[in-house]
């Protein structure tokens, strides 16, 4: 026997995410629950706002949850529905792209993330039927070759759609759906915003969300998370300034410009 | 009858026909500077120093099939163990002993395949200077360990001349004095192989022409770093030809 080798770059043919086999009763309800993470396009890229609330029915497990994941220097997740399913797929995601950059010597194109992100979805299937497990990612990204940030949102059965402006997902959503509309049509597309006025109106829509889910957190004590994606890679609004600004919005006093520090991050594509 | 006659005749013809296809590969060399480890070598057309894992790097000479049927067992191996376990259980020590040594050992003494052309270096950053390793491993599955420098070259002997002149080095030193050295033991490493290439062509042994000079003439530089503090998980950097010159 010789060397044994995959020379396809399909990181499932090594190795596949942690899928229990359960044979529980099926609840074939795709509901998701537990969040509100939301996706906008602004003037250099796509900002993600997420709550950090993670529950279990009307259980609050944990108040410091992290849902924005980068997968790579150009690649963010939003999670919502099952935190450990989601957690473990991003993990998957993030080193199959390492795995594909390093043994093919090129990265993976933004078409062959999202099939990968549908091909997770696809193998998921079987847990969201069972009432367990389901997840909806939000996948931004900047876009090399159109030269512009993308957002997708996905079904839990793998289909994909690209929006134009903006996403949201989680149980916190439905609420603030409209008024996204309301934004665009009131002050001007999120595509014309800089940063911190996109993070504004971003942080007052994750407000109105939790106002009207008991899921999604508030402001009270823990600041919620946002990251960028742009051109020079990803970006993260300091969680300190973010605190500042939102006890100042506790007040009823709204802040035209946050001036919250944006801090490169690595995200850790492999450099081949 | 397939005698241990024939076993030693056949190992032997597969080392011989190995040895007479590394002969003319270019010597790789590794160094252990203050903030990393550096492998340098030689490339005439094809990328040669590749990325395998976090904090493992790779270069080799040999056959290009076998130098990527390398690479790519330890890719496999390091991404399935780091996704499984964790990153912090690839380790140099495994991916070489465990999965890549005995593999080469059963293919080498296989009579019926084509044996592996390759003689490789593999380097990996520990979290402090005194971790850093580098494993030599050969096409037959006979693998060695070392720190502050590791060579690999067509011969012994080349070898041999190569390792002379890093012994002579005793302090650790930066990026760019560890080019520096890497390069003369390059330049020991080819003027090994033009000595010995003119052993019955006294023309051209003592035209006083470096080595290294001409070697150039049809081959660039090519090297990686390991560095250990960058925030990163991925430590690996091809470095540019601006900073080789």
Redesign the interface.
């Known amino acids: 026997?010789?060397?044994?080798?995959?020379?396809t770059g399909d990181?499932s043919r090594?190795?596949s995410p942690l899928t229990p086999e359960i044979k529980a009763p099926v609840n074939a309800s795709f509901d998701t629950h537990g969040t509100t993470v939301i996706a906008v396009k602004y003037r250099d890229g796509v900002l993600n706002v997420a709550d950090r609330r993670a529950t279990a029915g009307m259980s609050i497990m944990y108040d410091k949850s992290e849902k924005i994941l980068p997968l790579d220097d150009h690649t963010l997740v939003s999670i919502s529905g099952s935190f450990a399913k989601a957690i473990e797929i991003a993990?998957?995601l993030r080193?199959s792209f390492?795995?594909y950059t390093?043994?093919q010597?090129q990265p993976m194109s933004l078409e062959g993330k999202l099939a990968e992100m549908t091909k997770a979805l696809v193998q998921n299937i079987p847990m969201a039927l069972q009432g367990i497990g389901t997840f909806v990612p939000v996948l931004s990204a900047w876009d090399e070759q159109a030269g512009e940030g993308k957002i997708y949102f996905f079904d839990p059965m793998g289909a994909r759609f690209e929006s134009s402006d903006f996403g949201a997902a989680g149980s916190g959503s439905a609420p603030i759906r409209g008024s996204f509309d309301y934004i665009t049509r009131t002050k001007g597309p999120f595509a014309e915003m800089d940063l911190q006025t996109a993070l504004r109106e971003c942080l007052i829509l994750l407000d109105i969300a939790a106002d009207n889910d008991a899921a999604t957190g508030g402001y009270a004590k823990i600041a919620p998370s946002a990251k960028a994606v742009t051109k020079d890679g990803i970006l993260n609004l300091n969680e300190g300034e973010l605190q500042r600004v939102l006890d100042e919005m506790q007040t009823g006093n709204t802040p035209q410009s946050l001036n919250v520090r944006a801090e490169r991050v690595?995200a850790?594509?492999?450099?081949? | 009858m397939y005698s241990p006659y024939d076993f030693n005749q056949s190992i032997a013809h597969r080392a011989e026909y190995v040895e007479e296809r590394l002969k003319s590969g270019m010597p790789v060399v590794a160094i252990a500077y203050d903030e990393g480890v550096l492998l340098l070598t030689l490339k005439k057309t094809q990328?040669k120093v590749?990325?395998?894992?976090d904090q493992l790097m790779y270069c080799a000479l040999g056959n290009q099939a076998d130098v990527e049927?390398?690479r790519?067992?330890s890719?496999?191996f390091c991404?399935?163990e780091?996704?499984?376990r964790s990153p912090d259980d690839v380790s140099i020590q495994r991916l070489v002993g465990f999965t890549?040594s005995p593999?080469?050992k059963?293919?080498f003494g296989?009579p019926m395949?084509s044996p592996?052309v390759l003689r490789a270096i593999f380097a990996e950053i520990g979290k402090k200077p005194e971790n850093d390793q580098f494993f030599v491993l050969n096409y037959d599955g006979e693998f060695s360990t070392h720190s502050n420098f590791a060579v690999a070259g067509g011969t012994e002997g080349a070898e041999d001349s190569m390792s002379e002149l890093l012994k002579g080095f005793t302090s650790t030193p930066d990026l760019s004095n560890a080019i520096a050295r890497a390069k003369d033991a390059i330049r020991a490493g080819l003027a090994y192989r033009k000595g010995s290439d003119d052993e019955d062509d006294d023309d051209r042994s003592n035209d006083g022409n470096d080595p290294l000079t001409e070697a150039l003439e049809n081959a660039t530089f090519e090297a990686a770093i390991l560095e250990r503090n960058?925030?990163?998980?991925?430590k690996?950097?091809?470095l540019k030809s601006e900073e080789l010159n």
Do not use: C, W
């Open positions: 026997m010789s060397l044994q080798f995959n020379a990181f090594l190795v993990r998957y080193h390492k795995y390093r043994s010597l690595e850790d594509a492999p450099s081949n | 990328r590749f990325e395998i894992y049927a390398v790519l067992a890719i496999d991404h399935a780091g996704f499984s890549l593999p080469l059963r293919a296989d395949t592996n960058t925030p990163r998980e991925s690996f950097r091809l």
